[in-house]
């Protein structure tokens, strides 16, 4: 990364406003999570650019994610007054991450009333609608996207998506039929409709959908990789393997399938054969960053805690802000009480980008606890049980951290209830023995 730099730097040397090398460089210190050098680069080509746009978001973001919210507000601002739409875009993004709602929508509404026609404005309006559970609203955006661009699926496939969501599944497969005779090949909508067919408890639909596909085009793995899809989710995962190795062999860029079957193969256990597939799916596409998060995933399953570490340090070289990566690499070190500052990072870096996620919030509670910080521990862990009461290693994990603050009968109740949940949960045996413990 030295000579990268140097040369990106000797790039800046001779045209100073050329923005590419400083969010080159940028990048790569992020990906060595070095945020205060990358923050350094940014300010460089604002103090050259002020009104650069991409490095006033970028910049905005990466304060965000370190939680420098004051920071973050006076770029998100400065974006929004360069007067170009995706400065808009980005404030209205910032307050609905914050929960307010009323100023993003109030940010929308004043780039909408400059131009109306602005399709991702007016999408992003509705999709705050959708989050406030403004249901009307919403819908009533989608419909003015359809009347805006009648020749395009888009604003069907959103809608379709809204009457889904709130389960009217009739009005939602109507919109996706209108988007499909607009647009007849869109794969995407197509798995959707099927995936709606799955909701309603109508496999058989599914199925119907799925063969359609193969019928109509029998040389593309798209339906048998789709079939392969709706036999998973009946567990039907030997008919499943079948048709993504189909699927698999009519391309060779076909990464999604191998991964499919991988995914199938590490819940049976099976880790070799879940190594081999996910292998495949990185020669098909080495630039995905899933297929090394599931190798980690198995390597950990194997105890080979090194080479997990490793694919999951992969996967987020190629996106830093990969969040089941990064929370992954974060509890792993936790667990081996290793590289905890790192862990910190790390662990923050997931919770700002997903705040409400409870593995996410458990991780970092751990990440504490392990660092010896049980007050702050016990408050991040409580809010991970809040966020997924039914899941026995986050009690387990609040559990310990009830008795480190000599709260004996809250942990107590916390292992009981563990227990309750699964008496085969990673932690029930030593869950077992603490709780035998306090009863004495």
């Not at 990906?31 to 050259?48: G, H, T």
């Not at 809040?386 to 000599?406: F, M, Q, V």
Request: hydrophobic residues 40%.
């Amino acid at each position: 990364t030295s000579s990268a730099i140097s040369s990106f730097e000797h790039a800046i040397s001779l045209v100073p406003k050329f923005a590419a090398p400083y969010m080159n460089i940028a990048a790569i210190y992020i990906s060595e999570d070095k945020n205060d050098k990358a923050l350094e680069q940014y300010n460089a080509l604002l103090r050259v650019d002020p009104d650069n746009l991409e490095a006033l978001i970028a910049s905005a973001s990466l304060l965000e994610r370190n939680s420098r919210d004051t920071e973050a507000f006076d770029r998100y601002a400065k974006a929004k007054y360069t007067n170009k739409p995706a400065g808009y875009m980005a404030l209205a993004a910032y307050y609905v991450r914050k929960n307010d709602f009323r100023h993003g929508i109030d940010t929308l509404k004043e780039l909408l009333a400059r131009d109306q026609k602005l399709i991702e404005a007016r999408d992003e309006l509705a999709a705050i609608y959708v989050k406030k559970n403004s249901i009307k609203e919403a819908e009533a955006e989608y419909k003015k996207i359809i009347s805006l661009t009648p020749d395009s699926p888009f604003g069907h496939n959103r809608l379709a998506t809204l009457y889904a969501k709130a389960g009217d599944y009739a009005k939602a497969i109507a919109e996706l039929n209108e988007s499909l005779k607009i647009k007849p090949e869109q794969p995407e909508i197509i798995s959707a409709l099927a995936d709606i067919h799955i909701k309603k408890n109508d496999f058989k639909g599914a199925e119907d959908i799925a063969q359609q596909a193969i019928i109509t085009k029998p040389k593309n793995g798209f339906g048998y990789h789709l079939m392969g899809d709706i036999l998973s989710k009946q567990k039907k995962y030997e008919k499943a393997l079948q048709y993504y190795e189909k699927a698999e062999k009519m391309s060779r860029n076909n990464f999604l399938s191998p991964i499919a079957a991988g995914n199938i193969y590490l819940l049976q256990g099976k880790t070799t054969k879940a190594i081999e597939a996910y292998k495949r799916a990185e020669k098909a596409n080495h630039r995905y960053p899933s297929v090394y998060f599931y190798q980690g995933i198995v390597f950990e399953r194997m105890g080979e805690k090194n080479r997990a570490i490793e694919r999951y340090r992969k996967s987020l070289s190629l996106n830093p802000e990969y969040v089941p990566a990064i929370n992954n690499l974060a509890y792993l070190y936790s667990e081996r009480q290793e590289r905890l500052d790192e862990a910190s990072r790390l662990a923050q870096r997931a919770k700002n980008l997903v705040p409400k996620d409870g593995a996410i919030t458990d991780t970092m509670g751990w990440v504490y606890y392990k660092k010896g910080d049980y007050t702050k521990a016990l408050t991040l862990l409580k809010e991970a049980a809040s966020l997924l009461p039914d899941e026995p290693t986050i009690r387990y994990h609040l559990g310990l951290a009830y008795i480190k603050n000599g709260m004996k009968d809250e942990a107590r109740k916390e292992f009981e209830g563990a227990l309750k949940m699964a008496s085969n949960f990673p932690e029930a045996e030593e869950a077992k023995k603490i709780l035998k413990g306090l009863n004495l």
